[in-house]
């Protein structure tokens, strides 16, 4: 059970170029999240979904885009890359509504030259 | 807006006790704890609920006042292993069906021998 595999690891993009990060779940879960945490800041959160074919935008939505076409998987798209994008990214997972903790993936580290 | 976490870090020796606490200005529905080795993802410690409080592990334990919104998380007798960043993360009642969760920004524990 490999629980959230996100992909890649690592990654160095140079501005103005376009990737996107993979997020794939095997637990069957219904909500799933795409958080950056820089420096003395936290995890703020970017998008969500709370199911297959929904997404919504979180704290700090600008310069992404997001899609979950299939349950099991939530894409983080970059169409621009910027140095303030220079980040680590972390996908979670969690079962539904109420369902107890985040279930986290191993997280993208991110630099943009 | 974003929880505020006290201390920023803190210093222990081994079996000292510790407490973090988590301030919100806004009302709660839940609150999470995570906890963060240095280049891994958050791991879930606890959630807390409104209307309830619920203790995840034996030496790690956790209270929540939803007046004075406000969580705090306590760490007795402090291993090697407590070492690492603590993180709050916290949902308002016009939330609680996304699971989404603002995160503060972070308490640093080491746990010296």
């Known amino acids: 059970n490999a629980g959230v595999t996100q992909t890649p690891k690592f990654r160095v993009l140079k501005t103005g170029q376009s990737m996107t990060l993979l997020c794939a779940q095997d637990m069957n879960h219904e909500y799933m999240y795409w958080y950056r945490q820089d420096p003395g800041m936290g995890l703020r959160l970017i998008h969500y979904?709370?199911?297959?074919?929904?997404?919504a935008k979180g704290e700090v939505p600008d310069g992404y885009n997001v899609s979950r076409l299939k349950k099991q998987n939530f894409l983080l798209g970059l169409e621009s890359a910027a140095p303030s994008q220079t980040s680590v990214y972390f996908c979670?997972?969690?079962?539904?509504?109420?369902?107890?903790?985040?279930?986290f993936g191993s997280g993208t580290r991110l630099t943009v030259v | 807006q974003q929880p505020v976490q006290s201390p920023q870090a803190v210093i222990l020796r081994e079996g000292e006790d510790a407490v973090i606490n988590c301030s919100s200005s806004?009302?709660?529905?839940?609150v999470h704890w995570y906890r963060q080795k240095h280049g891994e993802a958050p791991v879930f410690l606890m959630i807390?609920?409104?209307?309830?409080e619920q203790k995840g592990h034996e030496k790690i334990s956790a209270s929540f006042n939803e007046k004075k919104q406000q969580s705090s998380l306590y760490l007795t007798a402090s291993q090697l292993s407590y070492s690492g960043t603590y993180f709050c993360g916290t949902s308002s009642p016009g939330s609680s069906n996304t699971g989404k969760l603002i995160f503060g920004q972070g308490t640093t524990l080491q746990v010296k021998p």
């Open positions: 806004k009302a709660l529905y839940s």
């Open positions: 979904s709370v199911g297959e074919g929904t997404t």
């Open positions: 807390l609920l409104k209307g309830g």
């Open positions: 979670a997972s969690l079962p539904g509504q109420g369902a107890g903790g985040y279930t």
